[in-house]
């Protein structure tokens, strides 16, 4: 878990072995589990919420581009295999927006090993949500889970805001969460990773036409 910490807090993407955590819940709940065990709380939640962003800035920028820029407006719901992104509300006047996630899987897994939790969980899917929407709006948008099923609530709640404006805010939360990422890093390496789809793209059609 060290490499994987090491690697996404200095904004390289995702290694391979921890793509299919958005795709497999079996692969997601691997992920969690190496990083509870690992470094425990609350270390692992930073860790998980900035491999959740790098993916989610990778995935959003990439449809970002078909549209040539970032896309403004209302975001959208979508994202990986597993349902992570939260179907979000209007955004404010304060450019913040709220959403629920219904039936997340990260919450039951989490039931499913560590029982209920005081606090929220869903730390991979916040982070997602975070870079999805960072990449969609043009501006770094950070994700905070509001409530959980994991505590019993109904539904997994979030609330997104400019990371600007949590800071500017005194949030604490916000202080101790952006301490484990390197919102301009983790873009440019998404940023590479999309070149580098071209390139490798290019080459195969230059191959076919050999």
């Known amino acids: 878990m060290s490499r994987a910490r090491d690697e996404d807090m200095d904004g390289v993407e995702v ?15 691997r992920l969690r589990r190496n990083a509870f065990e690992s470094v425990g709380r609350p270390y692992a939640d930073g860790i998980l919420y900035g491999i959740g962003l790098s993916r ?19 975001p ?14 209007r955004i404010r006047t304060d450019r913040g927006f709220g959403g629920e996630l219904q039936d997340s899987v990260e919450a039951a897994i989490h039931l499913r090993e560590l029982g209920p939790d005081p606090d ?6 916040a982070g997602y949500g975070s870079g999805w929407y960072s990449a969609l709006l043009g501006e770094f948008q950070l994700v905070r889970e509001l409530a959980c099923s994991a505590q019993g609530a109904h539904a997994c709640t979030f609330e ?17 969460r952006l301490a484990y990422l390197d919102y301009d890093a983790m873009r440019s390496a998404a940023l590479e990773r ?3 789809d071209v ?12």
């Open 160 to 176: 997104t805001r400019p990371a600007a404006a949590w800071l500017d805010a005194g949030d604490a939360w916000a202080a101790t």
């Open 56 to 74: 989610g800035l990778l995935d959003g920028l990439r449809v970002a581009r078909r549209f040539g820029a970032a896309l403004g407006g209302a």
């Open 120 to 125: 929220p969980v869903c730390h991979v899917s």
């Open 76 to 89: 959208r719901q979508t994202g990986p295999g597993l349902p992570m992104v939260f179907k979000p509300g």
């Open 194 to 196: 999309l070149a580098q």
């Open 199 to 210: 390139d490798e793209s290019e080459g195969s059609m230059m191959g076919a036409f050999d």
């Open 15 to 29: 290694p391979l072995e921890l793509r299919g955590a958005f795709e497999n819940p079996i692969e997601l709940a």
